[in-house]
């Protein structure tokens, strides 16, 4: 019987090269690291953010609703647990995603609030700091750009006929990625104006100077 089924194992190997197994192996590979990569550099962001507070604390403390916010975000996106099959459930991954879109949106308004001081911004704590969350998130958007060309390639595979079968066969489904919607969202800075108070007036325009008439 043992004899039978590796004879059957091997001449089922061409029809499985050729219907895509080996694919559907490949890019599932890919996307498990590539999401490994967005992890890590989740991570990297979520450790900035205690000292980043602290400092900013030290010198706009008043800023208190804005520093609540940025620990409440990273709170919730720790209450997470971003395991590798999470890329299988699309609630789950939807859900993490718009809890580091929430993140992401608290830090952009505690650096932009940040530009209100200028003994904060010439802090060397606070400018090491900024630097290095600037860099993360530019490996964030690096490392979320594989990943979104992995699960592209991989989705084509699985939707694509014959490879659907194998992939029916094998129970490979359709994995979550990132939406067009999450990327603006997140990339999108907030607008907000320290020039003047909420609800107060607008200053009116300066008067064009008087001119002389020439003879």
């Known amino acids: ?22 694919t559907l192996q490949v890019t599932d590979e890919t996307i498990k690291s590539s999401w490994s990569e967005v992890i890590i550099q989740y991570q990297r962001r979520a450790d900035l953010v205690p000292n980043l507070v602290a400092t900013v604390k030290g010198f706009a403390e008043q800023e208190k609703e804005i520093l609540i916010g940025v620990t409440n975000a990273r709170a ?76 592209q390639a991989y989705n084509v595979t699985v939707r694509q006929f014959p490879t659907n079968l194998t992939a029916m066969l094998f129970g490979y489904g359709v994995k979550a990625n990132f939406t067009v919607e999450n990327e603006a969202a997140i990339a999108k800075p907030p607008t907000i104006d320290f020039g003047r108070q909420s609800g107060a007036p607008a200053a009116a325009p300066a008067a064009a100077p008087a001119t002389t008439p020439t003879k």
């Open 1 to 22: 019987m043992r004899r039978l089924l590796s004879i059957l194992s091997l001449c089922s190997a061409p029809l499985l090269g050729g219907c895509g197994y080996n």
């Open 76 to 151: 919730r996106v720790g209450s997470l647990q971003a395991t590798p099959e999470l890329v299988n459930d699309p609630a789950a991954f939807a859900k993490l995603q718009a809890a580091q879109g929430e993140l992401s949106s608290a830090l952009s308004r505690l650096l932009v609030v940040a530009e209100n001081y200028p003994q904060l911004k010439s802090d060397q704590n606070f400018r090491d700091l900024q630097a290095q969350l600037e860099g993360t998130e530019n490996r964030i958007a690096v490392a979320r750009k594989r990943y979104v060309d992995a699960v």
